[in-house]
């Protein structure tokens, strides 16, 4: 099969892999598809050690069933999959106590195991979540990431007739914005440096979006919302770009940290601030797992935009393309999916 | 000002009285409208001894600030408003355990002080919610009971991707149906007696209606969803509604008693069943305040529908007649609202 | 190694079977000790079918690891564990959904995979918990009932200045008790038939104790409490127990079934006093696992008298006799606790 | 009446006032103690802005009730009662969208309005918490500070079996060090500056105490909890503090500032670790006005060792030392108590 292999530092290489064989319990899937994450483009630029190559990296993977391994039950050949890319051992002290996300000694598809960018490649059962076939296949593609922003939304937990900032409008600024559309809010303000970016989150369902570079932001909110905002969350991962947008919560608000600042940067925080605002700091990292069928219900009403979201499609020969424009060119695409059949 | 005063069972007259004067922190509203809804009816047939005669009835109140009392400091003349319709003591034991809507002082504008069937009527400051110039008038006469709804939604808490059986489809159940379809649901069935509010229901999210006279309620759950629902809310009051669809609920699912059931009721109730469905049993009755002013943030977004739900709008004349379709015709209106002006 | 083993109804003979192997991802276990519950006399007698004989039956279990089974990496030999005897299969439509617990396909330890009436047993890796070496006899044999309680706890999610009714003080009773006492109540109020029992629940820490029989419960607690009970926890499971005492909830008040009530009874509730009370009726059966973890870590601080509940140890031979006693002469023993090695 | 009448930093002067009367739903207290808090002393020495001269300042009051003003129902005169000092206006944004503790419009006695360090106080009824006789003089002057701790212990919302680092051992450390041991902890770590202090909260319920000065405190917490702990609470209000000790933070753990850190102060926080550790930074300022209830309840039971923490009673003359005591001689006192008939 042909598979992308990561071998380091801006390193992928085309190969001709065996296919895989699935194990007691897994799977092996056919992939159709699997987009491209920040992470994904950090790991390519080094900026994420996460990865252990030589490795076929890429975690949003959807696929259909092509073989079932011993042991299996609950699927059979044919079906459509996505998959959660995240591997817990169970008997650590964080499994051990409740905290499977926090696992010591985690295995992920994708950064230290194979993952999508390739043909064919295995998961685990208990990994891979059925999907109906009328899921189109930027759904399909989705489905992990919005399993992340619906973990997160569950973290925040608003209130109907909360307000919100969302700093950023890529992918995941663009599915907050979704998610929290669907959410009864009383307003949403949306971030964005690209212009395009911000174009779709106003036609998606922001009610007022701004452009950081040439507009105060705190002004902005204060100006709309005199309180200030109930929420905000970041989809940037720019400390900066947290820094200047704090003062715009509401006494009493939450700032949720979602996108993934880099580890030198600093955030100059008072706690006196924090005590007298009555605000919380929370974050959220990887969803329980079944917050891919919580993803899946809702992709199939049909209430999520994709097509905004995904924004192309390449073959397996431009993944390191894929992951240049992520990095360098974001004016162009929002989220790229890998066809490897293409 | 022109009033319908409530003397006793079927007893309603239209009288003349002297406008009122607003006290230290109260306000003079011009009733705009006040929404009829199934407690007023009870208090008509002598089915509810909430209401002590002779007294306005009427607790869906919208207006404009025609004076204010002494000590107003929130509000001038000619602001629009809301209103919550419940006042606690704030010095008996549950007001002073921090939770007043269960007070044992409690009044109640339209029970045991007048309400809103008439042209003028008084509020305190804090019960008294601006709204937008923006809120038609539908808007504001369902803007108390979907404060209801709204703090039912909150103790139900459901998930993202989360199930319902809404059961009932008068003006509660289609104020359900609509809270629940902007929260991100997988499926909603609603049972219905009468046809029309069935079309209603189907017409504004439902994805499927029941009539439960002619179709078994569980089977049509579980030949859609095999495990059953994870909410079940009750908008009928009926018992014995609730006995009939309780078997759809899902292994760890909810049961929200919404309506109001009467007092010589009984539900047949298996603990044993409870403990290995492991379901709950849960209830909702009266909005905290600020859920007013959730519900005024939500229909500014204009995704609610209230024109399907309050479907006429009648004269002071007409309330009496009003209470007399809510409970023998109910195929004829959903919601009727008073307008004292008309 | 000798075993008891459940054949069938008021069945169980001493065998002696061969020492089982631990398979992948399994732990051999020398049983120290394996406390008897009320759903191991109501198997024996024949009002449970949990059991799939012949097996042996017993799941609350303490040991100490004989042997690891290939991949164990989490223990070694000799290291004294207890044991969640739960196991679900991770891909049913309830695992796969976040509900482990709700497991359509679950294996238990002690119903239809051998338990801990014998001298050695094979439990998942996944479900041991390491504990300390401090931690006494009766402490781990106890820690199984406690997680549950623990589990019951979390669900009730009561504040501190809470009031409780516990009804029924044998084993579970007077390990909620013990919780309740060690999380900040306002006072504890406690039923029991059996006079002991009675003597035994004051002295842990309820301030009041009442024979049902002799004494009316609701009107005790309501001249104690005029207001009634923040939360009642039925730990006896009888329908008839819980029905006389429901009256005594306060408004906004939570009833907790958490014993097992016969699967014929029935509760005749009335859906307008649980709107008008605005009372919850939750339940609580199985643990997530960290739960053990946690009850481990509070039965470290010694702050449970765990030597009150178990009450006394006999050997394997005396295994139906514990069961006569748990049925028949409730005044005898609290917890009985089997060690197959006396 | 004597008073000890606040005129600006360091010129506290006692003064013969006129007894006030209790104006309409107000009680007149003859106050039996009120004790001397943190934000007491920075009001002395102008570290903190709050108190509007000339103001008789002192919050944490306890009194009996000398006078009933008119309207007041659920007083009688010669009731012991508890204090809670926080008036909210119940019209701004805060109040009328269910956030009373963030209003705009407060009050609060011994700030804005005459307080506790005089022989007669005047305060709103639905403020006075009717304590019990047996309630000792040192639980009725506590009182109000428990409920701040009460609150922050809700805001935390740990689970049983959670590990606690507390930082700092004064009034409200040795109160957090009390409610945490009586909540089914895990472990118990308090650090603390003053040798005295440390040996009280040693005896009280820690396991475990460190001075900082000498000790590296995340080493020693790891080297106990080798993943560190689940909460910390800040009682110091030292940014430096809260800043050597978060990374004792076990993932998925919470940090709680619950002192006043300075406005000046920053902390210098990393999203990354935020996000890779899953944390959470939350606060907690003024309780919810029934926490008062809590507390006393709580109180009720014997529980809390208040002797421990009221370390001495002043004359009214004695309340600039008092200050002096806390700001300069933290060796000497833990909380002082002004008796204004001593």
Redo the contacts between chains.
Sequence with gaps: MKAAVFYGTEDIRMEELETPSPGEGELLLKVSGCGVCGTDAGIYYGKSDKAVPPVVIGHEITGTVERVGPGV??FREGQQVVVDPFIF???????????P??CSNESFLGYNRNGGYCQYTVVP??NA?SVPETLGFEERVVCETLATV?AG??RLGP???SSFLILGAGTVGLLWNQ?VR??????IVQTEVVKRRRETAAALGADVTISPCDTDVVETVRSLLP?GVDCIV?ATGS?EA?SQALPALK??GTFL?FG????D????????????S????????RP???KI??????L??G?IDTKAVVTSVRPLSETAEAFRLFEKERDREIKTAIDPWK
Tied chains: 1, 2, 3, 4.
């Excluded at 051992?89 to 905290?99: A, P, R, Y």
């Excluded at 009555?278 to 990292?285: E, G």
């Excluded at 069928?293 to 809702?298: D, L, P, R, S």
């Design positions: 039950v609950s051992c169970g008997v650590c002290d964080f499994c051990k106590t409740g905290s996300l926090l059962e208990q979540y619906l939304f569950d209130k109907p007739g998610v669907n959410s009864l809010p009383a307003a309180l970041d400390t947290v006494k009493g940290s993934i600042c880099p580890p940067e600093r955030l100059s925080l008072s706690l006196n601030w924090v005590y007298r009555q605000v919380r700091i929370i974050t959220s990292r329980p797992r079944h069928q919580e993803a899946v219900c809702i199939q009403r209430i």
